[in-house]
């Protein structure tokens, strides 16, 4: 169920009729079952993961937390794994569009082989819990620790990484003339497994450090877990500021609706006029077989930095705007990040949620900067080649990753300790002492964002690239070698065009005020034009060809 | 217990006042919208002029008009005051006219089929001019435009040219489900119509459009028929495109309706005839193209004719759908067939030109292959008997790009 869908419009209207209708604990059953809903219509056996990794962690933060489960949580809990598994992989839902009631129960050998998994995981959960719960502390945490690691990494590394891993031991032994028979593991990957894994994973760990109390009711931390809006795409919420919404009474504020709906409009403003139209352009040149030029290959680089930042930021403006609607907060997950001056002015702007999470719970627990400088740069560049790989399997991220790594350790290296860089507003206006030292100081602002932005682009044509063979050879075309002038990208629709104008002003307006959506704060009649300017540019990009989110497969 | 939660401001006294604000921006965001409309209205209107270009932001905010309120624009008072498009591709009043007699010592050619198939008679015609070509082309048009405009000519017994081609364009295949141009391709749809063939018992059957000339469109008896027989026999209809003229007044609804409508023709386009990378097993595409092909190339011969099937592989319809479509039925009946993908694949954007056609200089190299399959019947006399042929002039410009 894709938000810019209407689909989604329609299963989002009956979810907030029924939230408005519906008491505080009516709220929260009903949207744990719209949440699993909205992920199961792509695929409703995945939920059974969801679902999995919901009991474990329940029980692991309730552990590491309280040092005990409330007995009827672990029944709720245990009941509500057994009954997934029986209705996500021996029930076929598409009997229900086509009344066939009696065709509904349909048992598969992997269904069966599920419930039985899931029986004997919970009644061996149950049986060994008074053992957990005799263990000496230190034990206990490291064993809870190692298993919600364990089962986490485990769904990622079995659906998404195992084929990659697999591949490229094969590949080495191949080299080394040793021939082995492929293995190859056939399983679609799950929509968002990276995003929900992570989030829930970092509910046990932040239990663990005593950052967040453990959820009381199971079906509090299930909500967590499977709150749909962020649901496949993030932001990657942190259990201590998601979930004490979810376990409280909420307020909706007119305020606050309207600042969703902004956000839903800017949402799709920019995934469907601008995301979605220049996926054309993009495609045409990394997908072609022929040979395509040094302005091909510049000019679909940067249309992709605009395209996956709109893709990217309009779902999560979207999720926010969705949550707000039902009285929600969801975090920021991108501020202006084409207006960076270096990357780790960057990486405190794009996917805040992921380069957050990987600084709190990789970059720090390698030893981030504490250990000296040599281990600070090998910490760096550790935890940005796994965050390459966190985007998926291939060559390709990983290169993008350790791309990342040396970009930051370079300017680690260049800038020293220096970290705090002003905003926007701050670097145009906080050297006001002089008219020359202000000029200096915007011009070298500018230029720093400029200079940024081209490394940063080349980051993206890393990321975008087919293979790394195609990396190989665009980057020979970028520098002269094998590229013409000619090009034969396509232009982009009229929509887009328009939409990246709008946008880049909006952009920058934003990073000069220093607050995300500060056009909220304008006068109404203008804030009222800009809508409509939003509305009409929607509409002309309604023509595109809808694309899924690229952040979906990761 | 706890309360309800819903809309429970936190000061009920701020209320009216925060509703106030939201009213007047909803309301300024609306007058917005008007002057957006209007200004965008006066900017860029369609020219009087039909057979003038509209400039580009005019056609773009033109494209979601309804089919009729398109069809009202380009109609004029009379055929010289009309779109060109409107006379285009009529089977009764073009394919009645016969080909003119080859001069002697020349090959008559005659071509059937599109856009694509008159670029390659061009060059064709600039490779070896001891070739007379004659051409027969719709608008996108599909091979029952191409099959039914063949049949009218043998009919007649008009067409004296020993060599028939068909070419088949991979993206009007959909058509084959429609009964003329109006249903597909929305945003200039072309008003031509032509048979739909449906294979019963084996054996080819038409239905035949109501409305069969230009001047058809005008008369509303037979528009309103039309629409009736399209309802039922064009899997392409679309009620929102072809009947709510409401909305053509506004250029927002206009954009809506064009997404809408667009939608619509991707989705029955991936559900009954091609996912993007291979043709459906539809028993009313396939077989059908395939029973068209096979009966041109058997009358052809029959009538002491060499028949050539030219397959465009345009793009956005799989790398070589077109060929696993008809290829094998093709081959099983030894029609000489040109495959476009063989001289430019489809994946490789310099292939084609902004509109989506091939380059000339594409264009040219499928002409070069036509050409070698006539040579190839004439030299061996054997399909379809050709008489033998002088050598091909020199080309007039030389073979870049080859």
């Known amino acids: 169920m894709l938000f810019n869908s209407l689909t989604f419009f329609i299963f989002f209207a009956v979810v907030y009729t029924l939230y408005r209708a519906l008491p505080f604990r009516g709220q929260n059953w009903m949207l744990l079952a719209a949440g699993y809903l909205f992920y199961g219509w792509w695929d409703v056996r995945f939920l059974f993961l969801i679902a999995f990794s919901t009991t474990v962690d329940f029980w692991i933060g309730a552990l590491l937390g309280k040092g005990r489960i409330a007995p009827r949580q672990r029944l709720i809990s245990s009941l509500f794994l057994v009954t997934v598994a029986v209705l996500a992989l021996n029930v076929d839902w598409h009997a229900l569009a086509t009344a066939d009631l009696a065709g509904l129960l349909r048992p598969t050998p992997i269904g069966l082989w599920t419930v039985a998994g899931a029986l004997a995981a919970v009644t061996g959960a149950n049986a060994i ?98 709150f749909f809006p962020p649901l496949v795409a993030g932001p990657i919420e942190r259990a201590r500021h998601l979930l004490p919404q979810l376990q409280r009474p909420r307020t909706i504020r007119l305020n606050q609706s309207m600042h969703g709906v902004v956000l839903i409009l800017y949402g799709l403003f920019k995934k469907v006029a601008i ?189 975008r690239a087919q293979s790394f063979e195609q990396i190989v050879q665009f980057s020979a075309i970028l520098i002269g070698h094998g590229g013409g002038a000619s090009a034969i990208i396509p232009r982009p629709p009229i929509s887009a065009l328009a939409g990246l104008a709008v946008l880049i002003v909006l952009q920058f307006v934003e990073w000069r005020d220093g607050r995300p959506e500060c056009f909220r704060y304008w006068p109404r009649p203008v804030q009222g034009a800009l809508y409509a300017v939003l509305l009409f540019i929607l509409a002309m990009g309604t023509s595109n060809v809808p694309a899924q989110f690229i952040y979906f497969q990761f | ?139 996108g048009a599909p091979a029952n435009h191409s099959y039914a405009c063949y049949q009218m000519l043998r009919a007649s017994g008009g067409d004296p040219n020993p060599v028939q081609i068909i070419g088949v364009l991979a993206s009007a295949v959909p ?45 509303a008896t037979k528009w309103r028929a039309y629409l009736d027989q399209l309802k039922t026999s064009d899997r392409f209809y679309n009620y929102g495109a072809m009947e709510a003229q409401w909305a053509d007044r506004s250029i927002f609804l206009r954009l809506l309706r064009r997404a809408r409508a667009q939608a619509f023709e991707r989705e029955q386009t991936a559900a009954l005839v091609n996912d993007g990378h291979r043709f459906l097993p539809n028993p009313e595409i396939g077989p059908v193209l395939a029973a068209m092909l096979v009966d041109f190339a058997r009358t052809a011969r029959a009538d002491g004719k060499l028949p050539i099937v030219i397959l465009f592989q345009d793009q956005g319809t799989g790398v070589d759908s077109l060929e696993r479509l008809v290829g094998p039925a093709l081959r099983r009946n030894g029609v000489p067939t040109v495959l476009s993908r063989e001289v430019a694949p489809n994946t490789d954007p310099r292939n084609f030109v902004a509109d989506g056609h091939f380059t000339p200089a594409v264009d040219r190299r499928i002409a070069e292959l036509v050409r070698d399959r006539i040579d190839a019947a004439a030299g061996t006399g054997g399909d379809g008997a050709l008489p033998p042929r002088a050598a091909p002039a020199p080309a007039r410009y030389s073979a870049a790009g080859r």
């Not at chain 1, 364990?150 to 769904?155: D, I, S, Y």
């Not at chain 1, 932040?206 to 967590?224: E, K």
């Not at chain 1, 260049?414 to 020359?436: D, E, F, I, Q, V």
């Not at chain 2, 489900?177 to 080819?204: D, I, K, Q």
């Open chain 2, 175 to 219: 058509r084959l489900l429609t009964l003329g141009g109006m249903t597909t391709s929305f945003e200039w749809p072309a008003p031509f119509t032509y048979p739909r063939y449906r294979l019963v018992n084996g054996r080819l059957e038409s239905e035949q459009p109501i409305v069969r000339s230009p001047g058809d469109l005008k008369d």
């Open chain 1, 275 to 463: 995301a979605d139209g220049l996926a054309g352009s993009v495609d045409a040149v990394f997908h072609s077989t022929g040979a395509v030029s040094t302005v091909d290959v510049a000019l679909a680089t940067v249309l992709f930095a605009f395209q996956i930042f709109c893709d990217f930021s309009g779902y999560t403006d979207i999720a926010r705007g969705v949550a707000k609607l039902l009285g929600i907060e969801l975090m920021v997950n991108f501020n202006v990040p084409y207006l960076s001056r270096n990357p780790s002015e960057f990486w405190r702007r794009w996917h805040i949620s992921l380069s957050s999470w990987l600084r709190d719970y990789l970059y720090i627990s390698l030893g981030g900067n504490r250990k000296g400088e040599a281990r600070t740069y090998a910490n760096l560049m550790a935890t940005m080649a796994l965050g390459g790989l966190w985007h998926g399997a291939a060559m390709n991220f990983i290169l993008w990753g350790i791309y990342q790594g040396v970009l930051l350790c370079a300017h680690r290296l260049l800038t020293g300790k220096r970290r705090s860089l002003p905003t926007g507003r701050a670097a145009m206006t906080g050297h006001a002492a002089g008219g020359y030292a202000f000029a200096r100081t915007t011009l070298w602002t500018g230029f720093s964002i400029a200079v940024f932005f081209v490394l940063m682009c080349y980051g993206w044509l890393l990321f």
């Open chain 1, 129 to 226: 819990y008074p053992l957990i719960t005799r263990l000496e502390a230190g034990k206990q945490r490291r064993l809870l620790l190692f298993t919600t690691v364990a089962v986490n990494l485990g769904f990622l590394a079995a659906f998404k990484y195992f084929n990659f891993f697999v591949g490229s031991a094969e590949a080495v032994l191949e080299a080394l003339h040793w021939h082995v028979e492929p293995v190859v593991l056939h399983v679609v990957l799950p929509v968002g497994i990276s995003f929900y894994t992570f989030q829930s994973l970092s509910y046990t760990i932040d239990v663990s450090r005593g950052r967040v109390a453990p959820a009381r009711r199971f079906f509090d931390f299930a909500l967590f877990v499977a």
């Open chain 2, 1 to 139: 217990m706890y309360p309800r939660s819903s809309s429970t401001s936190s000061s009920s006294r701020r209320r009216p006042a925060r509703l106030r604000a939201v009213a007047a921006i909803c309301g300024w965001m609306l007058l917005a919208l008007v002057l957006i409309e209007i200004g965008l209205q006066l900017a860029f209107p369609m020219p009087a002029d039909r057979r003038e270009q509209p400039g580009v932001l005019a056609q773009y905010f033109f494209y979601g008009t309804s089919t009729p309120g398109k069809l009202a624009y380009m109609i004029g008072p009379t055929e010289a005051t009309s779109a060109e498009i409107i006379g285009a591709g009529w089977i009764d009043t073009t394919c009645r006219q016969p080909p003119p007699a080859s001069p002697p010592g020349r090959t008559g050619v005659t071509i059937y089929g599109m856009s694509f198939s008159n670029h390659v008679a061009a060059q064709l015609r600039m490779l070896d001019p001891s070739l007379a070509i004659t051409t027969y082309a719709g608008p």
